[in-house]
């Protein structure tokens, strides 16, 4: 580590920020934060300057889920601070490496309910990998060196850095071992344990009928060429979880679908036939599987997970398998080939397409109509292959995981665990910065970007071109249909009137471009303009209210209870 001359605590942690190769900053300044950003004139480090502070985290954390490297965000404290922590606890759900730095009232001052003042740390612990209070400006350098390390070793997620103004003002010598115990004791479990490879791999030789389930942890691990390695090599079928998805092609022909609430029926049903899951990187949430207890109830089931807590948590594993997937996977696949050949043929293999031809070669009605399904195909149909798509939260993230196709890693951005609405935006806003030479548009429903809708002014001022397209139907559309389903048809609090406000109108104040198409040909040609435009386009599809989100798996039910027609949906509780 470069020893780094004296300097004030603020021109310290930006010196430091750009040892990390920290290039871009989403955040919003204060006056507890003030030093830091004096000290950022003049650096090379661009920063964004949000709308608010919780975009900047959503920014932050769609900057790393494309790029797979840590993103950063800055606030100031007590507001400042408490605005990012939907956006922290989105990204620790979803295991994505993020660093938040908040200003913070001086330390003689903390306790006292100074003005703006937060207690950041108390709020944040539970929420992060660590919160870190910074005590003495010579503790600059370390404290960020240690915050990356841990937001992107092991299993990934967000780190907090507090940052009180006297320390930030003041100057002195680099401490460069301050908490040094603490990297010493993160010493994760990242190698697998070769006698469980070695029985993870007889019993996947011995299955006749296996799944691979991949998780978001294929993802984190870069793992996806090694995934497609096994599974081409036993010819097993690969079925993803929502934050797996985009892990394996899903235009592979071993491609079995998404498993879940929302799950394709074929991959929810064979699933459930499988005599051995191989389970990579997963945690086995209530949304992917269903009920605990049922899921793979008649599978022998390998579990492998980078987090030890992971295993046993919510489904007990036959074989446990605490490592890296990258190097799990690749290790099961050297073993594989030692004890047999590539498989060329599987009775298994035709049954899952028979199923899948069974259940999914379906009506899909009007292939021309401006319905989701036709919407978010003709989206894939457009864009290329590498094009990155977010999503907000509600029944526009399930028709996303349904009709868009991901045919690699870091394509498809979404709130898994916490289902933050609101987060498709500004993700989108970060994943552009991070690759800004793919195209990168956000499907959201009217109430998801209504919570964010201000990072337009964003996208302008800082030219980061998007597409936004809306499936607007007047409603919070997601309870709405739980309240069709369970309640009656009571509709307490989710209309939202459709026309207010006006999209179109909105975008246009913004200086956004924006359409409103009446027709599938006419949505073809606005997002054919929006992909060529250097500037952001909203395009705001009106859908019916009634659109349905089926398959569905109700929940409290097992995968196996999946309804793929509203009949037979009994009244009961949600």
């Known amino acids: 580590m470069p020893k780094i001359m004296r300097l004030s605590g603020a021109k310290a942690l930006v010196k430091s920020l750009e040892e990390q190769g920290v290039e871009t900053i989403f955040g919003i300044p204060g006056g507890a934060i003030l030093p830091v950003y004096d000290a950022l004139y003049d650096s090379k480090i661009r920063h964004i300057l949000v709308r608010h502070e919780q975009c900047a985290a959503h920014a932050a954390d769609g900057y790393a889920r494309a790029s797979g490297r840590t993103g950063v965000c800055m606030a100031t404290s007590g507001p400042g601070a408490t605005n990012l922590v939907t956006g922290i606890a989105t990204a620790y759900m979803d295991s994505s490496p993020i660093v938040a730095i908040t200003g913070q009232v001086p330390r003689s001052m903390i306790g006292r309910d100074a003005f703006q003042e937060a207690d950041i740390i108390g709020i944040a612990t539970p929420i992060t990998k660590y919160a870190f209070q910074i005590q003495n400006p010579g ?4 404290v960020v060196e240690q915050a990356f390390h841990l937001a992107s070793k092991g299993r990934p997620g967000p780190v907090l850095i507090d940052f009180p103004i ?5 100057e002195g010598d680099p401490d460069l071992n301050p908490r040094a115990g603490l990297l010493e004791r993160y010493k994760g479990v990242f190698e697998p344990h070769p006698l469980q490879i070695k029985r993870a791999a007889e019993l996947l030789l011995n299955a006749r009928k296996p799944v691979i389930l991949a998780g978001g942890g294929v993802i984190l691990a870069n793992a996806s060429e090694e995934l497609r390695m096994l599974s081409e090599y036993l010819l097993i079928p690969v079925a993803v979880t929502l934050m797996g998805k985009g892990s394996f092609p899903e235009n592979h022909p071993l491609f079995l679908g998404r498993i879940g609430m929302h799950g394709s029926a074929a991959a929810n049903k064979l699933i459930s036939e499988a005599d051995v899951i191989l389970a990579v990187g997963t945690r086995f949430s209530d949304r ?11 599978s022998r089931i390998i579990h492998v997970d980078i987090d030890a807590a992971e295993i046993g948590k919510n489904v007990k594993p036959h074989i446990p398998i605490v490592a890296d997937a990258k190097k799990a996977l690749a290790a099961i696949y050297e073993a594989v080939k030692k004890l047999s ?18 259940l999914e070669s379906g009506s899909a009605g009007d292939r021309r109509d401006l319905s989701p399904r036709n919407v978010i195909r003709e989206m894939r149909r457009l864009l290329p292959a590498d094009g990155i798509v977010t999503t907000g939260v509600g029944r526009n993230q399930m028709w996303a995981a349904m009709y868009f196709e991901a045919y690699s890693p870091r394509t498809f951005i979404t709130s898994g665990g916490l289902g933050t609405m609101g987060f498709g935006f500004p993700s989108s806003l970060g994943a552009k910065v991070a690759k800004p030479s793919s ?21 302008i001022v800082a030219e980061i071109p998007v597409i936004v397209v809306i499936m607007n139907d007047g409603w919070l559309g997601m309870v709405k249909y739980w309240q069709d389903l369970f309640y009656g048809r009571k509709y307490c609090a989710t209309c939202l009137k459709r026309g207010c406000p006006d999209f179109v109108k909105l975008a246009e104040a913004y200086g956004a471009y924006a359409a409103r198409p009446r027709s599938l040909e006419e949505f073809s040609k606005a997002f054919k303009e929006a992909m060529g435009s250097d500037r952001t386009t909203v395009i705001d599809v009106w859908i019916s209210p009634e659109e349905s989100v089926l398959p569905f798996a109700p ?14 949906v009994r009244r009961g509780g949600g």
Do not use: H
């Open 139 to 142: 503790e600059v350098q370390a």
């Open 166 to 170: 006297d320390i930030q003002k003041a």
């Open 288 to 298: 992917s599987v269903g009920r605990f207890e049922d899921f793979g109830r008649g």
């Open 341 to 358: 050949k590539k498989l060329e043929s599987s009775e298994w293999v035709r049954r899952i397409k028979e199923v899948k031809e069974e």
């Open 439 to 459: 195209i990168v548009a956000d499907i959201d429903g009217d109430g998801s970007f209504l919570m964010t809708e201000r990072e337009l002014a964003t996208s």
């Open 555 to 568: 929940p409290g039910k097992p995968l196996t209870e999946t309804i793929l027609d509203l009949r037979e």
